[in-house]
């Protein structure tokens, strides 16, 4: 059995001993807690780079789109435009081309009417004649019976 000299030396060694391990668990619990904050932390930082870095290039990317729409609206206006003339440009040139058409083939256009019984056969050939004997549309100012007689 210890004596009380050993009892009463064992008890502030005790004390001593207890303190000083309840001193390093505490610093422990904090050290970890600590980590555990820092860790957390760090990863709230580490997503909110990345979401930072994920809206840097949404708005890049948006402004991006918004240069490239502008720039095509503008130059599509300048090539529907220029389309668009050189369209009504065709479309006036088949209107002169089918306009001068039945203009400059008379003849064809009364077959065509005699053949569909939109004209009988004496109005025909009186108008036959008056197309034949009209001066010609190039300007030459020869009838189109002239210029028969001149081939043969």
Known sequence: MPSTTDRALS?????????LLGLVSFLVVIAAVRFAFGLFFGLIGLVLGLLSLAATIGVLAAIGYAVYWAASTVFSQDEATASATDASRTQAAHATDAASA???DPVERLSERYANGEISEAELERRLEQA????SLDGSGAT???????LN
């Open 11 to 19: 008890t502030p060694l005790k004390i001593l001993l207890y303190g």
């Open 102 to 104: 039945s203009e400059i």
């Open 144 to 150: 189109e019976a002239e210029r028969n007689r001149e």
């Open 132 to 135: 034949l004997d009209e001066p």
